[in-house]
């Protein structure tokens, strides 16, 4: 066989975009982590657990039906031709196989992010519900929209605003989206017992772990590098800018964030992340600088609004979700009309106008799907734990054991 030839060239792609899904994967365990470390003690258990069904969830929810509304395939067919070995619709070498794997892991994001607004008082099972929904039919019909072109959205933004909408990796179409369908949960399931007096002043509750905290944090970080590297789908389309820009963005908003936040770690951790977000629309098509100040947008934006919408709104989002993937994710957007100009030293090719339009539209979007799908659930099935419930702990009320089951036995 000619180690440059097509069988070649497309191992390395399998391996490549393989590479990007497994990094992504990982990153699950950092939204995992992250909860673990800032909801209290008596939810760790349900914070590891749900996020790990979640993924199970979303993975054949995605695979019935969802892949198949983003991008119009199914996989009702032979082995042999979805490993491409008898030509067809399939790639060689199971190529598109692992490119479902990678696009599978943005989809299952949406849960993780909603995992970390409701947490401490939703129940389990209706929550599986709604993953099987969000990830099925609520997000795959958005994502195919910008990243398919379903429905001629994209030539409408082109023909209108004279760039299509362009969302490298996922500002809008896995950040916002998660973000906002967050927000949709959060306001429905009303806010955690004791999270505020009767005259409506807040009352703190601090994180159970700091370390795990910063762990979740971590692991983000470095897979976020196959979230929007990776995106490039080939090894062929891979661009070192991506990765630059990446890194700008990050530290953009860890040092925003430490400043704002007054050296408060869950800020400071947090902030990297609300960097990652808003850079992953326009991280291919930005100077660094821009994606500097992109990311520093970020990281003081999230900062400002957590604490905004926990005291003022009155939104008891535990890990400030909203803020973190819904507003930085729609900063993210619309930064990319504005630093991917070639004007302000980006590569061109994308419209503000197009940018404002499918950032607002998107996130518009995702808020009425939250309503209306935590809304049904609400109606049928319920949402809450009881007051009883809450109080015990979901590890208890809904697992039956503590994060550390020998410590909770007493002496012996």
């Not at 673990?36 to 054949?60: C, E």
């Not at 195919?144 to 179409?173: E, K, M, T």
Request: proline share 4%.
């Amino acid at each position: 066989m000619n180690p440059t030839g097509p069988g070649a060239a497309n191992g390395a792609d399998v391996f490549f975009i393989l590479t990007g899904a497994i990094l992504v994967f990982a990153m699950h365990s950092g939204f995992a982590f992250l909860e673990v470390g800032t909801v209290r003690h008596k939810n760790q258990v349900n914070a590891l657990v749900k996020i790990l069904a979640d993924f199970a969830v979303s993975t054949i929810a995605y695979f019935l039906v969802g892949y198949g509304i983003a991008y119009g395939v199914h996989f009702f067919v032979s082995a042999a031709a979805l490993s491409g070995n008898e030509g067809g619709a399939f790639a060689p070498q199971g190529r598109d196989l692992v490119k479902f794997f990678f696009l599978l892991t943005f989809a299952a994001a949406i849960p993780a992010i909603i995992s970390g607004g409701i947490a401490e008082r939703a129940r389990f099972w209706p929550q599986a519900a709604a993953t099987a929904l969000i990830v099925g039919l609520v997000y795959p019909f958005f994502e195919g929209l910008v990243w398919h072109g379903n429905h001629g959205l994209q030539a409408w933004f082109a023909a209108s605003f004279g760039a299509p909408f362009h969302d490298f990796a996922g500002s809008i179409v896995v950040h916002a989206v998660g973000g906002w369908i967050a927000l949709g949960a959060v306001l429905l399931l009303g806010t955690r017992r004791g999270r505020y007096t009767k005259d409506g002043r807040l009352v703190g509750f601090p994180p159970s772990s700091i370390p795990w905290l910063a762990l979740g944090s971590w692991l983000l970080c470095v897979g976020w590098f196959g979230f929007n590297v990776m995106s490039a789908g080939s090894l062929a389309a891979v661009s070192g800018l991506v990765a630059m820009n990446s890194l700008m963005a990050m530290v953009g908003g860890i040092i925003t964030a430490l400043i704002a936040g007054r050296n408060d770690p869950g800020f400071v951790h947090n902030g990297a992340l609300a960097g990652l977000v808003a850079v992953c629309a326009g991280s291919d098509v930005m100077h660094p600088l821009g994606a500097l100040i992109t990311g520093g947008v970020a990281g003081a934006l999230f900062v400002f609004m957590f604490e905004w919408s926990q005291r003022r709104l009155k939104i008891d989002d535990v890990l400030g979700v909203w803020s973190l993937h819904g507003l930085c994710g729609l900063w993210g957007g619309i930064a990319c009309g504005i630093f991917g100009l070639a004007s302000l030293g980006g590569l061109g090719g994308v419209s503000f106008a197009s940018q404002l339009a499918g950032s607002l539209g998107g996130s518009a979007y995702a808020l009425a799907g939250g309503l209306v799908v935590y809304g049904l659930l609400k109606r049928l099935v319920g949402l809450r734990l009881t007051p009883e419930e809450e109080a015990r702990g979901a590890d208890l009320s809904i697992h039956k054991i503590g994060a550390n089951p020998e410590a909770d036995m007493g002496p012996r």
